[in-house]
């Protein structure tokens, strides 16, 4: 069983809580710490940023996030690098990197794939690769068995959630309203009817994210989801704090959410 | 060579092009290909796009001989295809109206564009003007101190300018926000992507909407040149004037078809903006893959040219292909043979050109003294020069 699915049967009904943080911001030397921060504070799964130079799907704040992971030339590699360190002392939690495809493309399918297994990546995230376009990439990381995570967005019509469906692996990432990450127009109704409707093509695990800001919101999501993913949120916390503070804001934080969710 | 016919029904031209957008996107890039197969398969949607484009634009654009400075070359004979004259100074404008057109079809009120040289957004916010839409124009912060006349004509026209603050501050940056827009906006919102860029079915529809260039030029060189060019050159940033000049022409044989990128300060000095003549690689940015300027790791680098309109690190899909395929040839002109070539045709010919399609006249006047008298070369115009006038008194040290 896949660190993923072994997480989330471990979880026995209970909600994941899957954080985002971006490799290498605020400095790369402190993102192997700030991973274990998130696991402290209760992460079950951590998302892992791959800096992008245009970031066409994020709002300003994880546009930021990149833009001072890329001061230090954090690339693909280096991210690789940082999660076979943190794999150093955390064999369970499942890390999945979450990213534009123009680095990987650059790197070969293969290539990434099989060094982002040795590293201990379990699941990838390319967030400008629709299923469309994802046949090779996905093929090569299920042969060096990691989970190509796709997302459902409020657009994408049923014809379509039961193709993105026959490719998932892992658990599929909802995207719980139009706009960029960090956006505040989320609607709790609208994402809870959505789940309900998704249910019926979707097997995996579905984790929901965009516009968690808060345990309120992150609680009443996971009423309907089986994971909630925050992501700005947690880059302001870093953005705010001093690279002295910035792991225990973080563990606080995760910790406050934790407790929150279902 | 095989009659052309591409992209195919995914939008790959060969291993270029595609559809590489977030989830969010696809029901709309999907609305828009499924309507504009409708509407292209419609008359009565051409017959209107003709009519705005003869009594709106004021098309067909003239093709013009450059008497003087061929002679003073005293090689092949140029001609210029005067998309300058268009309604709005730039071929921009035809690409326009046919999507704001779409646009109405589908009900929608807010149009929203990304623009480098400022063309491409004043086009757009004329469109908008002239069918009643509301109209937000990205634009890098870089590119609004350079081409200050065309922010304030834009404004005049009712739209509203968004300065870009991230990464580069130029055109890429301008596009990542107006996809931001798009995917926040995307019920009410038709993006009018202004290049022959970005995800399927856009290279083709501008494409097709600009195709009018080369139409127009294959049946105007019998009459004013008594014979279709050897060469056809046009500058390119996206491509979108180049593959509107190019795409008529694929299938003639014997028509020479050159694609001038922006050498900026030299390919050599890794300052310039040329994907396809300045030994890039291949990767995938802004919904599609194509040559692309970048490093090692894959991120996207910051490209130079003195043309706002060409300072972009990637290019049209279709024009990687014909790279490949060998069908067309890329090439770059640095920052000072482009200003020449300005200089020389304002004081020979009479025409202030853009900065962008300086960089084609250039090409044009470094290679007719190599070939005969009787050859004739076509130069696409592709815009005027009065945006520019403050970036070339700039560079001579001159406040406007």
């Known amino acids: 069983m896949s660190r993923i699915a072994a997480c989330f049967a471990a979880l026995e009904g209970k909600k994941a809580l899957i954080p985002f943080i971006t490799a290498g911001d605020p400095h790369p030397s402190l993102t192997v710490a700030l991973m274990h921060g998130l696991v402290d504070g209760g992460a079950d799964i951590i998302e892992l940023g791959v800096p992008f130079s245009d970031p066409m799907a994020d709002g300003p704040v ?18 690789l690098a940082l999660v076979a360190e ?22 070969g399918y293969t290539a990434f794939a099989e060094q982002a297994h040795a590293a201990g990546v379990d699941g990838v995230l390319t967030v400008d690769c629709p299923p469309e376009e994802a046949a090779e990439l996905s093929a090569a990381l299920i042969a060096a068995d ?61 984790g929901v994210g965009f516009g968690i800001r808060d345990a309120a919101t992150a609680k009443a999501i996971s009423v309907t989801a089986d994971a909630v993913v925050v992501g700005s949120r947690l880059v302001q916390e ?14 606080r934080l995760v910790a406050e959410l934790k407790a929150a969710i279902l | 060579m095989e009659r052309y016919d591409l992209p195919d029904a995914n939008g790959h031209f060969g291993p270029y092009g595609g559809v590489y957008v977030a989830e969010t996107l696809m029901a709309a890039l999907d609305e828009l290909k499924n309507e504009y197969e409708r509407v292209k398969a419609d008359p009565t949607f051409w017959e209107e ?118 990464g580069s501050k130029t055109l890429k940056d301008a596009l990542n926000e107006a996809m931001r827009d798009w995917v926040t906006n995307v019920d009410s919102t038709f993006y009018i992507l202004g290049t022959a860029a970005g995800p399927h079915p856009y290279p083709m529809m501008v494409r097709d909407f600009l195709s009018v260039i080369g139409e127009e030029s294959k049946e105007q060189m019998p009459e004013v040149a008594g014979r279709q060019p050897d060469v056809v050159v046009a500058c390119v940033g996206g491509g979108s004037n180049a593959i509107g000049m190019f795409y008529p022409y694929i299938n003639v044989d014997g028509v020479r078809m050159v694609g001038v990128e922006a050498g900026g300060h030299g390919i050599a000095s890794g300052m310039h903006a040329a994907p396809l003549s300045g030994g890039a690689g291949v990767g995938v940015l802004h919904g599609a893959k194509s040559y692309l300027m970048q490093d090692a790791n894959g991120q996207v680098v910051e490209t130079h040219s003195v043309s706002a309109g060409l300072d972009y690190p990637g290019v049209g899909p279709e024009h990687s292909y014909l790279k490949d395929i060998g069908r067309a040839e890329y090439v770059a002109i640095d920052d000072k043979e482009a200003l020449s070539a300005f200089h020389d045709c304002c004081h020979l010919e009479g025409i202030i050109p853009a900065l962008e399609s300086s960089h084609a006249l250039a090409w044009a006047a470094k290679v007719a003294p190599t070939m005969a008298k009787d050859k004739v070369i076509l130069v696409n115009l592709s815009g005027r020069g009065d945006k520019d006038i403050n970036t070339v008194a700039g560079l001579a040290g001159i406040t406007l």
Not at chain 2, 55 to 77: D, F, N, T
């Open chain 2, 49 to 166: 796009f003709r009519h705005e484009l003869k009594h709106y634009v004021g098309r067909p654009s003239p093709i013009y001989h450059a008497k003087r400075w061929s002679e003073q070359l005293g090689g092949a004979q140029i001609f210029f295809k005067r998309e300058d004259l268009n309604h709005t100074g730039a071929h921009k404008i035809s690409n326009a109206i046919g999507q704001a057109l779409l646009a109405r079809r589908m009900g929608k009120k807010r149009v929203i564009a990304e623009t480098g040289a400022g063309q491409h957004g004043v086009a757009t916010a004329t469109v908008a003007a002239r069918y009643g839409m509301e109209c937000f124009v990205y634009m890098g912060a870089e590119d609004i101190k350079r081409q200050s006349p065309n922010v304030f004509r834009m404004k005049l026209l009712g739209a509203t300018v968004v300065p870009v603050e991230s």
């Open chain 1, 62 to 79: 994880i546009q930021r996030a990149s833009e001072r992971a890329l001061v230090h030339k954090v690339g693909l590699r280096d991210v």
């Open chain 1, 86 to 107: 943190f794999r150093q002392t955390n064999t369970t939690t499942p890390v999945v990197l979450m990213g534009y495809l123009n680095p990987v493309f650059v790197m």
């Open chain 1, 238 to 251: 870093i953005e705010a704090a001093t690279e002295q503070t910035a792991k225990e804001r973080l563990t």
């Open chain 1, 146 to 206: 990691l989970d190509p995570v796709f997302l459902i967005a409020p657009t994408t019509p049923e014809a379509r959630v039961r193709e993105i469906a026959r490719h998932a692996r892992g658990y599929v990432y909802y995207v719980s309203l139009k706009g960029v990450t960090g956006a505040g127009n989320l609607d709790i109704d609208d994402v809870a009817r959505k789940i309900a409707a998704l249910r019926a093509h979707i097997q995996v695990p579905i």
